[in-house]
């Protein structure tokens, strides 16, 4: 079954230059195994096609069941250079969060997001 | 020496909310208030300020705050740590030490101050020296800008500020300081903490990270059930409660809205990451990867495990030069067919813009309402919307073509689709761009300087 990741997960996002950071962390800790299997940095710079120009990283914090993903060149140059609404990538937090997933029943099942 | 201390923070930036720094003066008790006036391209706004006026380039709300709080600060000996000098930390000191004498204080209290972070006067010799200021994010040599360069500041650390706190500062000011190093420092002068002590420098720096954007960890900006967070109107700011052993708790003031919890100070921990393993600063660098957050009862949590290593051989500067104009002009479309119409009136002026032969470095279309900030993810926008404003913003070295781009926006009100309004504002204003060059310097070529003053 497809879930959002507004279903699993909180964020919050910031700029350094031309890059937009964004923390996801896991509204229960049983469900940060799943992102780190499902929300790849691959599949998050497909998910950003036509915003995130530049190469996409990732960083594992298991010990605050958070992702950390820098999407390069991705504000329209950064800072005062850029001409963008959200110049210092504030919404790409929510952006993420609209990202489906794939899980199996059955690990849907234990993780109770079958209802 | 105190075995816990309570560390304030009052201001996330420069703007923040005026009152928030007397909250936290008089919402309880309290042994340090920080104030982190500086953004990045603030100094190149103050370093103008200061050429126009030898008395000026500081942050001058700090003055009128310190006139309503010192006196009690001074009588509860609650500290002030603030990066409010910007280019002219004497000038601040100065204007805070006359407030202080005018209010009757003299005698009472001293003034740190700390410069040595200004090397705007040194850029040619350091490039004479091959010391090439690098971009950090591009690569290129700081050469490439020289003509152009406003300000260009080191960040100092927290050593200079526990040295003017271990002087007997009541109040410091600091030009370009690293918003961590105002947290950290009051840790370092009330423990006693080693210059290599690095796991207690992380925890110290990470409880900086936490409380520099003041309310983003206390409840602001916060997506964590937010519809349920209380009273965001009578936001608490944030107050580490720092402890020898290098454990600390964050909350606020009783009787304060907002929430700090465990998910609140998640996010406000990935704010502005890079790599975790490795955040760092003039102290140390601090492992993000070893904290451990647990509930510690209502709006406190306790924050332990820290680990941190040596600190590195360089320092960042913060350089900022002028680099062209810039200008965005919008009009709002009303229903129906709102982003029709707004994509249709942008064809008009961007047909008319090249008729003009107008050269731009970038020029960019957005539809606020339809998919301004999440772009394609949003979707093919409804044609029910009730309205969208069409934004297009230009950029170029030359302010002439940006000039002229400000006189086709209003136009399009009677010449192009209907159902727009939203000009109220005139035409829009072209703007100096001001960019951020960040870049590393040997620590060897900076040397902090602290002087204390009585009132």
Request: with cysteine.
């Amino acid at each position: 079954m497809k879930i959002q990741l507004t279903k699993l997960a909180h964020a919050r996002s910031g700029d350094k230059g031309d890059t937009a950071n964004i923390g996801l962390i896991a509204l229960r800790d049983d469900f940060y195994p799943l992102l780190v299997r499902k929300v790849t940095a691959a599949r998050v710079k497909e998910h950003f096609k036509g915003i995130c120009k530049g190469e996409v990283e990732r960083f594992e914090l298991p010990n605050l069941s958070a992702l950390n993903f820098l999407l390069h060149e991705s504000l329209g140059g950064g800072g005062t250079l850029s001409l963008m609404t959200d110049a210092q990538g504030k919404t790409f937090s929510t952006a993420l969060l609209r990202m489906e997933i794939e899980v199996d029943e059955e690990e849907a099942k234990r993780l109770r997001l079958d209802h | 020496m105190k075995d816990s201390i309570r560390i304030a923070a009052g201001q996330g930036f420069w703007g923040d909310l005026p009152d928030a720094p007397v909250r936290q003066v008089e919402g309880g008790p309290i042994d340090y208030l920080m104030l982190d006036y500086l953004a990045e391209v603030t100094m190149s706004i103050m370093q103008k300020q200061k050429a126009r006026d030898r008395a000026a380039g500081y942050a001058r709300d700090f003055v009128p705050l310190m006139k309503q709080i010192l006196p009690a600060c001074v009588e509860r000996d609650i500290k002030v740590i603030a990066n409010a000098g910007g280019v002219n930390v004497d000038g601040c000191a100065g204007a805070v030490r006359e407030t202080a004498r005018n209010l009757g204080l003299q005698g009472k209290l001293k003034i740190g101050i700390v410069t040595g972070d200004d090397i705007l006067n040194r850029i040619d010799d350091l490039l004479g020296r091959e010391i090439e200021l690098r971009n950090m994010d591009t690569d290129e040599p700081l050469v490439t800008v020289r003509n152009r360069i406003q300000s260009a500041n080191a960040y100092l650390g927290a050593q200079p500020i526990v040295e003017a706190l271990d002087g007997g500062s009541q109040i410091v000011i600091t030009g370009r300081a690293t918003d961590t190093g105002l947290t950290l420092a009051p840790m370092i002068h009330e423990f006693g903490w080693a210059a290599d002590d690095w796991d207690k420098l992380a925890a110290g720096t990470i409880a900086g990270h936490i409380i520099e954007c003041g309310a983003q960890c206390s409840g602001g900006n916060c997506q964590y059930e937010w519809k349920t967070i209380p009273d965001l109107a009578n936001v608490g700011f944030p107050i580490a409660e720092a402890s020898s052993d290098g454990i600390f708790v964050i909350t606020k003031h009783e009787a304060t809205g907002g929430r700090v919890n465990v998910p609140s100070i998640k996010e406000q921990l990935v704010y502005e990451m890079g790599d975790p393993r490795q955040y760092i600063t003039p102290d140390c660098i601090a492992d993000f990867t070893t904290i451990q957050l647990a509930d510690d009862g209502a709006d406190r949590v306790r924050v332990f495990g820290i680990k941190g290593r040596a600190a590195t051989d360089s320092l960042k500067v913060s350089i900022s030069y002028s680099a062209g104009y810039k200008a965005v002009g919008t009009l709002v479309y009303a229903w129906p067919d709102a982003y029709e119409k707004a994509k249709a009136a942008d064809g008009i002026l961007r047909a008319r813009l090249d008729r003009l032969s107008l050269q731009f470095d970038q020029i960019m279309t957005e539809y606020v309402g339809a998919n301004a900030t999440h772009g394609p993810l949003a979707g093919e926008p409804s044609s029910d919307l009730a309205e969208v404003q069409l934004r297009v913003g230009v950029r170029g070295s030359d302010r002439t073509p940006i000039e002229r781009f400000t006189k086709e926006i209003a136009p399009l009100i009677l010449t192009g689709p209907p159902a727009v309004t939203g000009f109220a504002g005139g035409r829009p204003k072209v703007e100096e761009i001001v960019a951020y060059w960040p870049a590393l310097i040997p620590k060897s070529e900076i040397t902090p300087h602290v002087e204390i003053m009585e009132v």
